[in-house]
């Protein structure tokens, strides 16, 4: 279990997710095939709206910037919005390929400083850059004002070559953050970006979350491991699942769930953005069911209290997994249904060569390394 080092009761109950959005263009043989909004702040407000939590959000954006999205950014007039490019090989197209990419930041805006963010104390801090934009001032500043701060390690491990902008890892102890550890609260991993950090010894520091796709995730804290099911899922596009994975996880804990009962909840929303292309639209039917299954659930296992978080699978786990994967099955049959709607509608000129859309964003495969291999530096792990 973890004890808060500080009396939430002093906190508002809010979560503060700080992070830039960006434009993503998906490119393949040469030729752009979508553009759309990205960052990883999209995907997770996109989950804590659904599910009804309170959140601000700090994120910048130059003049450029193309979305309207519910939470306005900061505007910053000298600089111009951060752009990934996405480069794509033919394997993309192919039923079998891997779907490898090479991931360039073209452009980056001005970092996050600890003075844009809010005043006033948060019950959570979420500290979700994709560019570079999170500092190690500004995450300081976050575990002053939050009681728990949750970090994708994406944010403090990438770093961008100086001629292309080709987005490389580097080890964790090399990336000036690792002091700030103990104070960290969780810290968020995929698979391949946890191969650059010691597990056994980050895990003695702060909570290790690591998602790993189909085989579903895993939470390790000093002595205490705990594996999570996945939810069988047909993957459309794999971007944005671990941000929507770690948009769950925080909203069940948000919400007064076991940690390993929100990291059931965060598999659950990651299943559902992979069908999905682009930023996922959740069915407000499916949402209303998962509400009603966290409600039961916390009324049912009355396990946690406000210092302690428990890291043990409460009794009735694998049932509360049982009643989210009903809830996905109407999420499946609002998707394929979406499929049959599109298939028997006449293609727009110039759409013939896409794959169905399924929500009112555009195609996005872009910053998330959920399940993706990318560059790495040379020589290192």
């Known amino acids: 279990m973890v004890r808060h080092q500080k009396d939430p009761r002093n906190f508002t109950d809010t979560v503060l997710i700080v992070g830039n959005y960006c434009h993503d263009v998906l490119l393949q043989n040469g030729n752009v095939l979508a ?16 599910l009804s939590i309170s959140f601000n959000l700090v994120s910048k954006v130059g003049k450029d910037f193309k979305y309207e999205t519910n939470y306005a950014p900061i505007v910053i007039p000298t600089s111009k919005t951060t752009v990934f490019h996405a480069y794509f090989d033919d394997s993309i197209s192919e ?6 990419r090479v991931l360039q930041r073209v452009s980056a805006c001005e970092p996050i400083r600890p003075s844009d963010l809010p005043d006033g104390l948060f019950n959570y801090g979420m500290a979700v850059g994709v560019g570079g934009e999170i500092l190690p001032e500004t995450l300081e500043k976050m575990l002053e004002i939050c009681n728990v701060v949750f970090v994708d390690i994406q ?21 000036g953050f690792y002091h700030l550890l103990p104070k960290v609260g969780f810290l968020k991993a995929s698979s391949e970006e946890a191969l650059f950090m010691d597990v056994d010894d980050v895990r003695k520091l702060c909570c290790v979350v690591v998602t790993n796709g189909k085989e579903g995730s ?3 804290w000093r002595d ?3 594996k999570i099911s996945p939810f069988s899922a047909t993957q459309v596009d794999p971007t944005g699942a671990g941000d ?4 769950g996880f925080v909203s069940g ?29 959740f069915d407000s039917t499916v949402l209303q069911r998962v509400k009603d299954e966290v409600q039961r659930r916390k009324l049912r296992c009355c396990e946690r ?11 009735g786990h694998e049932q509360f997994h049982a009643s989210l994967c009903a809830a996905k099955l109407v999420s499946a049959c609002t998707i394929q249904e979406g499929q049959w709607d599109l298939q028997s509608s006449p293609a727009k000129r110039g759409e013939q060569d896409f794959p169905p859309q399924y929500t009112d964003q555009p195609k996005l495969l872009h910053n998330s390394v959920y399940e993706e291999p990318i560059q790495t530096v040379e020589g290192k792990p």
């Open 35 to 50: 553009e759309s909004l990205g960052g990883a702040a999209s995907f997770i407000s996109n989950v804590l709206n659904g």
């Open 95 to 100: 039923p079998n390929g891997h779907q490898d």
């Open 155 to 175: 944010s403090i491990i990438r770093v961008f070559d100086s001629v292309d902008g080709t987005v490389k890892l580097v080890p964790l102890k090399d990336c």
């Open 218 to 220: 895993e939470v390790s």
């Open 224 to 226: 205490e491991n705990v």
């Open 244 to 247: 929507s994975f770690l948009g």
């Open 253 to 281: 804990l948000f919400q007064g769930l076991a940690v390993p009962d929100a990291a059931l909840l965060g598999n659950f929303f990651g299943s559902i953005t992979v069908a999905q292309i682009g930023l996922p639209k």
């Open 305 to 315: 209290r406000d210092d302690v978080l428990k890291f043990t699978k409460p009794v």
